[in-house]
């Protein structure tokens, strides 16, 4: 039984169709990437499982199952008991995540006290083993300061002590590496990983880097103008793309043996979510494209139990489409 399965999400805000059809599987101990370009759906699918999107928001599953329970119709008095007990979540900007006007260890130590329901001096005695165990230095002296006092590493350690403080099965980390220099990156990268592996958490990794996916993942979804166009194994995705986006976005990623003068980009666009898509979404900016890919959406083209991969370059009765 999977610790996360989520079928046919759909997402539309004031008449715009933003994430389409999305199925995503996360198993206990296991890191799944969500990779795409900003605007791709990646952010609103994560707020979508913690129902966090805004109140004129439509949000549609087909199946939503967590730890082998439901979340079809779970309440907002549910959700606030799921939230951070069961489900952590690390956001992409540390500084708008927290309180500016409350100290950080107060505010570590005011999910425990929620959530856990511990005394005050016991939260901020566990407060402080978190921020040691996530290697802050003088933990002591940092709880009693504000955000705008750390730096952006260390608040990217405090916002991800609250996001486990109380040791939840699924942690869901939005970019959690950005605006972070390669060192720190590195760090809290391994933090994440480390996670996963004592505590047998379910990670879902939110990405537009694919050298983070590669360290990090062992499974790998990409999403393109709001559908998982690729999905399998995260070694094999990499090593051999179905699709012609994760191969461009595989082939724009700069690596330490490139000896190319210049980076190869993506030309085009993402289309105008407001619009209806009928085909490929992908076709006008793909160098690869038929006729059939702007008329009709692709077929589901599955190589293997755990890979699937949406282009109608693998359909046996597209081959004679022409392009």
Not at 130 to 159: D, H, T, W
Not at 165 to 177: G, R, V, Y
Not at 239 to 267: E, G, K, N, V
Request: include cysteine.
């Amino acid at each position: 039984m999977s610790l996360l399965e989520v079928r046919d999400l759909h997402i539309r805000i004031d008449g715009h169709h933003l994430v389409r059809g999305v199925d995503l599987q996360i198993e206990r101990g296991e890191c799944l990437a969500l990779v795409g370009e900003s605007g791709s759906g990646k952010s609103l699918t994560a707020l979508s499982l913690m129902q966090l999107l805004p109140r004129h928001a439509r949000c549609d599953f087909e199946r939503w199952q967590f730890d082998g329970q439901s979340l079809l119709g779970t309440t907002e008095a549910q959700w606030r008991r799921l939230r951070a007990s069961r489900i952590g979540m690390v956001f992409q900007n540390p500084m708008t995540a927290l309180n500016p006007t409350m100290r950080v260890g107060d505010q570590i130590g005011e999910v425990l006290r929620v959530h856990s329901r511990c005394s005050a001096r016991e939260a901020r005695r566990h407060a402080l083993e978190l921020l040691e165990r996530l290697g802050i230095v003088n933990a002591a002296k940092r709880a009693r300061q504000y955000p705008f006092e750390l730096s952006g590493g260390m608040l990217q350690r405090a916002v991800i002590a609250m996001a486990v403080a109380c040791k939840p099965a699924l942690l869901i980390a939005d970019e959690p590496t950005t605006a972070l220099d390669v060192t720190v990156q590195a760090e809290v990268l391994a933090l994440l990983r480390e996670l996963c592996r004592d505590q047998h958490v379910g990670l879902l990794l939110i990405t537009h880097d694919l050298g983070v996916v590669e360290a990090m993942a062992e499974q790998v979804a990409v999403m393109y103008a709001g559908r998982i166009v690729e999905a399998g194994p995260c070694q094999a995705v990499l090593s051999q793309p179905a699709h012609p986006y994760t191969r461009a976005l595989q082939q724009a990623m700069p690596r330490l043996d490139d000896r190319r003068d210049s980076l190869l980009a993506i030309s085009g666009t993402p289309p105008d979510l407001s619009q209806q898509l009928n085909g490929c979404a992908f076709t006008p900016r793909c160098e690869r494209a038929m006729q059939i890919c702007p008329v009709r959406q692709p077929a589901v083209y599955a190589p293997s139990k755990a890979r699937r991969c949406e282009c109608w370059l693998w359909e046996p009765q597209a081959q004679g489409a022409g392009r």
